[in-house]
């Protein structure tokens, strides 16, 4: 099998300001439409992904089954650590690396019952 990660990537061009996640530099944006964008990321084991506070309302990357309102929305395979990023404002980042494969879903704690859930993908 092919794996694209491991093909020489296309130089960024323009402003540099990628608004797409990347295969290298993965970004998961939140808006102020609740959303997490992409809503689904798919990443291989070891990368790190980036939570990019696009919007003017504060939110959170969480994934506490502990903490979760609904239990679906904080889904963790087995041997993989909760996380929670705290606040992050407008404008500010946050990331995360992910080593453990499997099926990840994680909410905004702010606005978990507005909606904002995301998942991830990590493949081995
Ligand atoms: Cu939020």
């Known amino acids: 099998m092919v794996s694209l990660g491991t093909l020489p990537l296309l130089q960024a061009c323009g402003d540099g300001s990628a608004r797409e996640s990347d295969v290298n530099n993965p970004v998961v944006e939140m808006n102020d439409q609740l959303q997490f964008a992409p809503g689904h990321l798919t990443i291989r084991a070891g990368q790190t992904v980036t939570w990019r506070n696009a919007g003017a309302m504060v939110h959170t990357s969480t994934c506490n089954p502990a903490t979760a309102q609904r239990p679906e929305h904080a889904v963790l395979p087995e041997g993989a650590a909760p996380w929670d990023s705290g606040l992050i404002r407008q404008g500010e980042s946050w990331n995360r690396r992910f080593d453990v494969p499997g099926e990840y879903t994680y909410l905004c704690t ?15």
């Open 110 to 124: 702010p606005h978990e019952s507005g909606g904002m859930i995301g998942s991830l993908t990590v493949e081995a």
